[in-house]
């Protein structure tokens, strides 16, 4: 079925290309060179969650150049899902102010302060009356902000770039907070919180002094925690962690599963997965577990390596896997840009040099 | 009578000045990573060959995304450079030098400032300052302004990198205000699938070479010892293969050695982090021993001057691999200036 799909996109890609030399030629009477334009869009055949993967010859994504959405990806979702933990008790744009907003990291410090001492003070002053800091999910809501905000202090770093030091040393978290974070993990009981705690406890290990000791943690605990966006974050910096420790085949596995599963981080996975030796690549086919999971991989080598021959051993695993769309858009684009060729008498002359051009597996 | 005494004065005045500065020439190499750390064999060969000045790239300078300049990719010195006489090189792209939002003054403030911040930071001293930067005739005004600003502002001795296109037109693109000039005497070719080495080959260094005697800046020179693999894959680059070591490719047996510059892979297979498929072909760039023997001749034949100093680009296990042979014997390559 794909591989008819292929077929049918070559076909109708070097139609329009005939017909628009007829149109120019018709219109203008004067010989017009081939000036590289594309006539195949990808984004009608394949999900928009996959568009900054399709064929772009100078950046390393399509539509976006490069990733830099590491600071504010999950932006959205995790204020929908506070919002929808929280309720009534914070409207949207107060929550938006304490998780996004860099400002609030005082305001967050003196209302959790507040919390123990009972003393007010300006921050409490200027929140009384707008919510409700008795409330026992604010309360909650106030104290997670907090260890989040001293972790996030390593993990989104903005520094000037002209100063030295500051690029030398970034901050890492210390063991005093990952301990606090652990116990909050070990001791709260709401799955919603649990959940938030885990997540903030692996991420403090990430950029910690001892980042492997999250390899560990993760092991532990990875069957008792729901295999949600913050699980596949967590995956994410166990497989560059693998990858730090040159266990390429592990590390590019685990990038497959992240890859197969959040749609958010496929931009992350697909940047990061670099297999470095056949053995390794081969390793990694050893590791999956179904053919789903052996297509993730074949998908991530399409992106990376060999798009024609992913196609072909992923429609042997599973010929309606998902990840087969956006690839046959990669060999239209690539095989569009390498095929071209110079429009000359007539548009059957075109056709037979181009179908000469068009690598015959392809075809 | 007065008039022959005259004559016979004017002409050895003339001869005296056309011998060639009779100074020695020494021996370093460019330091080209983010973490400074010399390996045991790399230390051995730098000791055996009386090496004790590394030019080291201490960071370089591009556009952001928002257009301003900002230093990338700064160095960290791990071990082992107490050892040597640290240059700091900067390497800046042509482009900072063509953007409006670039303020010249303030890009020397901060790149001397920053400079000294690495120095600080790791307690080196420096007396010489070096500039990369590939200028062209639009982009030469700011760029030599930049190093004014620089040598006044620090008093250090300044160098600045020349390529062998600026030595030809440099009466376009000008010549950089500097102390001396280091010529880069390799990658004068294109990168491509045929068979010439783009890193160096005579007959592209013979369209330069003469307008050497006639450049007005005093020259030291860079010679290369490095190489790496062209990734061929239907008579088309695909990409290029930086520190190649070509031993581990052609004892692997899924490679072919077509000739002594060219392997092709025997079946679709990935090594080093390349994926290589069935027929693609690897053209190695490498110089040889020879190679720098006969660049160093021809370059002895065109210098106005002896060059007071031959930088070796760069250190590097896998090129001194190349140069095992030599061994403490490399620093010969001297004795043909």
């Given at each position: ?25 018709a ?61 009534a008790?914070?409207?949207k744009?107060?929550?938006e ?95 919603f ?41 967590v ?71 060999d ?14 896997n998902?990840?087969l769309?956006?690839l ?25 040099d181009l ?9 | ?127 010489e ?9 639009e982009s ?8 004014e ?14 390529r062998?296109?600026?030595?030809k ?62 990734h ?7 990409g ?12 692997d ?5 077509k ?45 106005r001057?002896?060059?007071g ?29």
């Amino acid at each position: 079925m794909k591989a008819k799909t292929l077929k049918r996109f070559l076909i109708t890609f070097s139609v329009i290309v005939a017909f628009s030399y007829v149109v120019i030629l018709a219109c203008t009477g004067e010989d017009w060179g081939w000036f590289g334009y594309s006539n195949f869009s990808p984004e009608p055949f394949a999900d928009k969650s996959y568009s900054p993967l399709f064929y772009e010859p100078y950046e390393m994504f399509y539509g976006i150049g490069h990733d830099d959405s590491y600071a504010n990806r999950f932006n959205d979702e995790i204020t929908s899902e506070w919002l929808s933990y929280c309720g009534a008790i914070l409207k949207k744009n107060q929550l938006e102010w304490f998780l996004l907003n860099d400002s609030s990291i005082k305001e967050i410090s003196d209302l959790f302060a507040y919390q123990t001492s009972k003393q007010s003070n300006v921050s409490v002053n200027k929140w009384t009356g707008k919510i409700n800091l008795q409330d026992q999910k604010i309360k909650d809501f106030i104290e997670f902000m907090y260890y989040a905000k001293k972790v996030e202090n390593s993990s989104v770093s903005y520094y000037d770039p002209w100063n030295y030091e500051e690029t030398a040393k970034p901050a890492k978290t210390d063991s005093k907070l990952t301990n606090q974070l652990l116990k909050k993990y070990q001791t709260v009981n709401d799955p919603f919180l649990k959940n938030r705690y885990w997540f903030q406890y692996s991420k403090a290990l990430f950029y910690s002094d001892n980042p492997n000791n999250l390899i560990a943690f993760f092991n532990e605990s990875k069957n008792n925690v729901p295999k949600n966006t913050l699980y596949y974050r967590v995956l994410s910096y166990v497989a560059g962690l693998y990858y730090k420790n040159k266990d390429f085949a592990r590390a590019n596995y685990f990038f497959s599963i992240v890859f197969d599963n959040c749609v958010q981080l496929r931009v992350v996975s697909a940047y990061n997965f670099h297999p470095q030796e056949e053995s390794d690549w081969q390793k990694s086919l050893q590791m999956a577990v179904s053919n789903d999971e052996k297509a993730a991989l074949w998908a991530l080598f399409g992106y990376y390596a060999d798009t024609e021959r992913a196609i072909e051993e992923i429609y042997k695993l599973n010929p309606k896997n998902k990840h087969l769309d956006y690839l046959v858009t990669r060999v239209v684009n690539k095989t569009e840009e390498t095929s071209q060729t110079e429009i000359k008498e007539s548009v059957s002359s075109y056709k037979s040099d181009l179908k000469k051009k068009i690598d015959s597996n392809v075809l | 009578m007065k008039l022959k005494l005259f004559c016979i004065f004017l002409i050895s005045l003339w001869l005296t000045n056309c011998q060639k500065e009779e100074t020695e020439t020494k021996l370093s190499f460019y330091y080209w990573k983010t973490r400074f750390s010399v390996s045991k064999f790399e230390m051995e060969f730098l000791k055996s060959n009386q090496v004790k000045k590394l030019y080291v790239r201490y960071f370089d300078i591009d556009l952001n995304d928002t257009g301003f300049a900002v230093p990338v990719g700064p160095i960290s010195f791990e071990k082992d450079y107490e050892h040597f006489t640290i240059v700091p090189v900067v390497y800046i792209k042509n482009r900072v030098f063509t953007s409006n939002k670039t303020s010249i003054k303030s890009l020397s403030d901060k790149t001397i400032e920053f400079i000294n911040q690495i120095n600080r930071f790791h307690k080196l001293q420096c007396t010489e300052l070096q500039f990369d930067c590939d200028w062209t005739k639009e982009s030469s005004q700011k760029y030599f302004q930049f190093l004014e600003m620089v040598k006044k502002e620090t008093n250090l001795t300044i160098s600045a990198t020349i390529r062998l296109h600026q030595i030809k037109y440099y009466k376009t693109t000008g010549v950089p205000p500097v102390d001396y000039g280091v010529l880069m005497y390799y990658n004068m070719g294109k990168i491509s699938a045929d068979s010439s080495n783009s890193i160096y080959q005579r007959e592209t260094a013979d369209k330069y070479i003469r307008y050497l005697s006639s450049y007005p800046l005093r020259l030291n020179v860079a010679l290369p010892i490095f190489g790496w693999g062209i990734h061929i894959r239907h008579q088309q680059v695909e990409g290029l293969i930086n520190k190649m070591n070509f031993n581990a490719f052609i004892g692997d047996t899924n490679f072919i050695l077509k000739n002594q510059a060219r392997l092709i892979a025997k079946r679709n297979y990935i090594k080093f982090g390349y994926y290589f498929m069935k027929g693609d072909e690897i053209k190695m760039e490498r110089i040889s021993h020879n190679d720098i023997i006969e660049m160093s001749e021809d370059l002895n034949k065109n210098l106005r001057k002896k060059p007071g100093e031959i930088i070796i680009y760069d250190l590097d296990s896998i090129n001194l691999n190349q140069f095992k042979n030599e061994g403490k014997n490399f620093k010969k390559i001297l004795d043909y200036f």
